[in-house]
């Protein structure tokens, strides 16, 4: 019973801490600017602590429910009045102001994961992330294929459906299309090569799996204070890449087999807890770029939608119907809560 209440804990100010910082780069971009802030809330529903500084119009709260968070800027709603003669409303400020306010939060969460990855370099604490060669097995997926086949942890498969394999990405461009069809593997243990196996790799979304993750492997040590800095800035950049791909991927398949919901990080958050701080630290970074991707996406809701219509205004010198901007962000809320509801009952049910 602890071990369920520390992980939900643990996941729940984790993630809001993210998220916080998301709305924290929306909040200081919009002051910089002198936009009039209303309320900075975290979390939702009944408010349990409240304040409001003197003479500044912004409500600092927090709410029951302490996940995700919020900013209120006082006229991005297009049903307010707006005053065209009050300057700290945010249509009243200039397109690059509304720019970078928008663009405030994700740039936010690169930069938490620059400081992460620059953390982790000058300590010499940056986890395993780089996969063995030859392809060594870390992990056996239980209940898979390859557990099924008896694999275990340290094997090296050296061949797979006639092909020599050297590292997973060739494991897995062996194995990606021989969803349901046995398929013959070597493997060698403790340096002896046994007799070939036969695997059925698993369908996963029109992909073969066989259920096993490669060793991981140091790959940055001792990098000093300048590669330390090198790497905040390149590696972010690599993972967005990463992540953009896999989008494309799914896309192309048309599954969502892949997209984390809340239930899957919280499990990612809570794991890596208790493997030690740099493991926790790794993946907030990780899922801090994620986040970070993610409200850049060019898509209805998110801070890229909105980028979206404000690039329309760059183009064409006028602005969008507000109205118009209104219903997008809507439906494309609506939709996006759907994805989440099905990745959340597939993450809880299978």
Not at 51 to 79: C, D, H, R, W
Not at 199 to 220: C, H, S, W
Not at 236 to 244: I, N, S
């Amino acid at each position: 019973m602890e071990s369920v209440v520390f992980k939900v804990l643990i996941t729940v100010v984790a993630l809001s801490v993210l998220i916080i910082i998301h709305e924290g780069g929306h909040y200081l971009a919009a002051r910089a600017f002198g936009m009039r802030v209303l309320k900075y809330s975290i979390g939702f529903g009944p408010t349990l602590f409240r304040y409001q500084p003197k003479e500044s119009p912004t409500v600092f709260q927090v709410a029951v429910i302490p996940f995700l968070a919020y900013v209120q800027i006082a006229g991005m709603n297009p049903n307010e009045e707006v005053d065209p003669d009050d300057p700290e409303l945010y249509p009243n400020k200039s397109l690059f102001a509304r720019v970078t306010t928008i663009a405030a939060g994700p740039v936010a969460n690169y930069l938490t994961a620059s400081a992460i990855v620059f953390a982790l370099g000058v300590t010499n604490t940056l986890p395993p992330m780089q996969p063995a060669e030859p392809m060594q097995v870390g992990h056996v997926v239980a209940d898979s294929p390859a557990a099924e086949a008896g694999l275990q942890e340290g094997d090296v498969i050296v061949m797979a459906n006639g092909k020599e394999i050297h590292n997973v990405s060739e494991l897995i461009e062996a194995t990606a299309p021989r969803a349901g069809e046995p398929t013959p593997y070597v493997i060698e243990r403790e340096g002896q090569i046994l007799p070939p196996i036969t695997i059925t790799p698993a369908d996963n979304g029109g992909r073969g799996q066989i259920g096993v993750g490669a060793k991981m492997m140091p790959l940055y040590e001792n990098l000093g204070v300048w590669d330390s800095a090198k790497l905040s800035i390149a590696l972010p950049w690599q993972m967005t890449t990463a992540q953009l791909k896999g989008l494309a991927d799914m896309v192309e398949r048309r599954s969502t087999e892949g997209i984390g919901g809340p239930v899957m990080m919280g499990k990612m958050v809570a794991d890596a807890a208790q493997a030690g701080l740099p493991a926790f630290l790794w993946i907030l970074m990780f899922i801090s770029v994620a986040l970070g991707m993610f409200n850049l996406l060019p898509f209805p809701a998110l801070d890229g939608g909105r980028l979206i219509f404000l690039g329309y205004e760059a183009v064409t010198r006028r602005r969008a119907n507000e109205r118009f901007e209104m219903a997008v962000h809507a439906r494309g809320i609506v939709f996006l809560l759907g994805v989440m509801s099905l990745v959340t009952y597939r993450d809880i049910f299978g």
